[in-house]
């Protein structure tokens, strides 16, 4: 289709005389089911056969499993010898392997198409050519692209396929990228990044053919308006139809704070100060822990977000001295266990009760909702506040902390923070420690 041939031509542009790509990083944007599948294997296959040369080309999607089936069910079958052999690309493939932890396309000159696990690690002792990061609105964060560019180090010609349908405010990866393509646009860069989006105008009628010829490349060709309207008309909520079929971003609807009510409590120039209360929280799987400061007027911040918990003892003893205040936590969660040892190295620790963590989570949530906090923005904070669910306790809830895809470690901290600062006066001195 016109607009592949486009990508194909733009983003397959090498630099004169050479075999380096002109662009080492290709991001596209585009509607659900508009051709992207077929654009990738087309990559994949040509540069597994016409580089003049083996070719490592790894392929990504959300999660291993997706992965396995998109190279297995949906690419491999149009590659399999065993399958159609008379067709001629087919006589350029070896095999294709199925095994589970082997899944790849065999090229005979040596070239493979293999996947890649969507982990920091997944890339190390590898060498790849080409890394395809298929469906990255699911990313929450880079590590896809994290296992391949280390891999990529020591080749020249080597290059990045970024190819996804539009995200929400979770796909903080893929919108970094977006914003990232935008700016290269409007300022006519022409070098590293070829950006393709094909989307809707904001504002655009959703019903309108119009609209959908704007942004849906296939339509007409491959995509029928029948078959758009009947997908327009089954859809549940406006959101999922302008995400999968206009390509714009939208909020999660499963939200249990709305993006807008949070963005509106939320500031880059809140300062906690006077006296101060502190937080501290862990994760279930002690891979991260959180301290968080608030003050009487409900002004709230996360000062520390790190792996592990091997140093937050100290770094909340120091705090908690320096400002002369206990330390409060979740007495019957993960930071329970850090209880004992703050109190060793002598400060005080506040152990909150589940009836008191119900009091908290509602009321902070309340607070928010209400416009009766000011929290200082952090990203940590806005993935855990996109994430929240609530846990239920009979009538009362807490956070839930096994429900969330993302770390919720720091809204703990903070809903504790805030909850212990309410019963404190506020003292003379303006007091504001930036940790």
């Known amino acids: 289709m016109p607009w592949q041939q486009l990508v194909a031509d733009v983003g397959g542009e090498l630099l004169p005389g050479t075999r380096i790509p002109a662009y080492r990083e290709v991001v596209v944007t585009v509607p659900r089911q508009n051709g992207k599948t077929t654009l990738i294997l087309s990559w994949e296959v040509q540069r597994g056969v016409g580089w003049g040369e083996p070719q490592r080309i790894a392929y990504t999607a959300q999660t291993g499993k997706d992965a396995r089936e998109k190279l297995l069910d949906d690419q491999g079958p149009l590659l399999d010898p065993l399958l159609l052999p008379k067709l001629p690309i087919k006589a350029a493939v070896k095999r294709v392997l199925r095994g589970v932890g082997n899944e790849a396309v065999v090229f005979k000159n040596g070239s493979r198409i293999f996947i890649l696990n969507s982990g920091e690690e997944a890339g190390h002792g590898k060498v790849l050519d080409l890394g395809v990061i298929d469906e990255s609105f699911a990313d929450t964060d880079d590590r896809r692209e994290q296992s391949m560019l280390p891999a990529m180090l020591t080749r020249a010609e080597a290059q990045i396929l970024n190819i996804s349908t539009a995200g929400t405010e979770k796909s903080v990866f893929l919108k970094r990228k977006v914003d990232a393509g935008r700016t290269a646009v409007a300022n006519d860069e022409r070098e590293g990044i070829a950006y393709f989006e094909w989307s809707a105008e904001e504002g655009a ?231």
């Not at 999922?240 to 249990?256: D, H, K, P, Q, Y």
């Open 205 to 435: 009628d959703p019903d309108d053919p119009a609209t959908w010829y704007s942004c849906m490349p296939a339509l007409g060709l491959t995509i029928t308006e029948a078959a758009v309207r009947h997908m327009r008309s089954t859809m549940t909520g406006l959101g999922e139809f302008e995400r999968a079929g206009l390509n714009l971003w939208t909020v999660s609807e499963e939200r249990v704070i709305p993006l807008a009510v949070w963005n509106a409590v939320c500031a880059g120039d809140v300062a906690p100060s006077g006296k101060l209360a502190i937080a501290v929280d862990v994760n279930p799987e002690r891979t991260a822990s959180a301290i968080a400061t608030a003050d009487s007027e409900g002004r709230v911040e996360l000062v520390a977000f790190e792996p592990g918990v091997g140093r937050v003892v100290d770094r909340v003893v120091s705090l908690a001295k320096k400002l002369d205040c206990p330390v409060a936590l979740d007495s019957k969660g993960p930071a329970g266990s850090l209880a004992a040892d703050i109190e060793a190295k002598g400060v005080t620790v506040h152990g909150y009760t589940t009836q008191e963590m119900t009091y908290a989570c509602a009321s902070i949530y309340d607070a928010i909702a209400d416009g009766k906090v000011a929290i200082r923005s952090h990203p940590d904070l806005d993935l855990a506040a996109a994430a929240a669910r609530k846990r239920q306790l009979g009538d009362a809830w807490v956070w839930g902390r096994k429900d969330a895809d993302k770390d919720v470690c720091p809204l703990v901290a903070v809903t504790i923070a805030f909850d212990k600062a309410a019963s404190l006066g506020r003292s003379s001195d303006d007091l504001w420690v930036a940790w």
